[in-house]
């Protein structure tokens, strides 16, 4: 059976004389999008953190389990800068300019996708957390984020 040890097909990386570049292996369309990748269309800019707010929900239901996920890395990631309670007071501070706390009124008015966004880009002084935590768990903790907003007394 030579025909199945001969392929017809061309080889990928071989010269075509089909196609208008010569290359038998084509790069993607633009806009292209890989297998099991979300696109994250915003920047790190205080207008994107507003659009974030605006147009990403929380695609994890609260529960107790979620919650208990997000204190266990809000405490591994967060803590140190922002404090136990979110109050701007964790272990680094002042060696590192002061984080707002979570209550104060410019920060109450954050809504979940704008807390997502500052942990997926940073901001200022706060670095991206997108490389170390996965996005559904970036979800949790802004769950627990929120959490500590309405839970703790306000100051
Ligand atoms: C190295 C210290 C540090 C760590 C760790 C840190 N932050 Fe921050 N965070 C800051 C500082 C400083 C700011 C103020 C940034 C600014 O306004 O320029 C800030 C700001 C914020 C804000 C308010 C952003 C805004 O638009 O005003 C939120 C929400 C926040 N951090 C959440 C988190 C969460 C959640 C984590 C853990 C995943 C975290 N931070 C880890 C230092 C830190």
């Not at 208990?68 to 007071?89: I, K, N, S």
């Not at 997926?120 to 768990?137: C, H, I, P």
Request: aromatic letters at 8%; one cysteine or more.
């Amino acid at each position: 059976m030579p025909d199945m040890v001969h392929s017809h097909a061309y080889e990928s990386y071989s010269v075509n004389p089909v196609t208008s570049d010569g290359k038998t292996m084509q790069a993607p369309v633009t806009g292209t999008v890989p297998r099991g990748f979300l696109p994250f269309p915003f920047q790190a800019t205080p207008e994107d953190a507003l659009r974030a707010g605006e147009e990403l929900f929380n695609p994890v239901p609260p529960s107790e389990e979620v919650l208990a996920r997000g204190q266990h890395l809000y405490e591994a990631f967060c803590l140190v800068c922002h404090g136990e309670t979110g109050a701007g007071d964790g272990p680094l501070v002042p060696k590192i300019p002061t984080p707002p706390s979570y209550r104060s009124a410019a920060l109450l008015k954050m809504k979940a996708g704008q807390i997502y966004h500052v942990i997926t880009l940073g901001k200022g002084n706060m670095s991206s957390y997108a490389s170390q935590v996965s996005r559904r768990d970036r979800w949790k903790i802004v769950h627990y984020v929120q959490h500590l907003q309405q839970t703790e007394e306000s100051q």
